[in-house]
């Protein structure tokens, strides 16, 4: 059965090349059904300092992270989930999440080939906004209906499950489809 993985990440910044991962959330569900198969959530230590305009943004200290274990330490078991989904499902994935956590991977020496086809509820949701630009995960909840408690937002796992929700929404009102699905899954 085809499995589609919510996705999200937290991090030190916005540049691959310099920044690191802090939190990770996946929640796989059967395309179908969306009975959850895989749920995964972790925080990590980016073995680096987290600059207080970030901490602002998802609220995750230096403090918060420091006995973490290394992302490198889950790389092979995250890199794995990876490849059992059909397609991979989060808010700004194509622009953000998507290349930093493959570089990542590379950092670590995992390889996730073939890497599922992402799709991003950010660059597909503008008819979510009355004037068309790229919805918040906020306004995408808002829109579908779907509840969103800002308390709670850029939890990697809550903004995770969120997503899925309005994913889900968006499909039931005819206003998205998958991608061609990927042959990942085993």
Known sequence: MPLIAGFDLESSGNDPATDRIVEVAVVAQ???TGAERICYARRFNPECHIPAKVVAV????DADVMGAPLFKTAAPLLGSMLQKVNVLIAHNGIEFDAPMI???FLRAGVIVTPFPAVFDTMKDGRWATPD???PTLGELCWSLD???DPALAHGALYDVR???ACYRRAVALGLWQLPELASNAA
């Open 162 to 164: 969120v997503m899925l």
């Open 58 to 61: 998802h609220g995750i200290t």
């Open 102 to 104: 493959m570089h990542e």
């Open 146 to 148: 779907v509840p969103y």
């Open 30 to 32: 059967e395309l179908e």
């Open 132 to 134: 068309g630009k790229y």
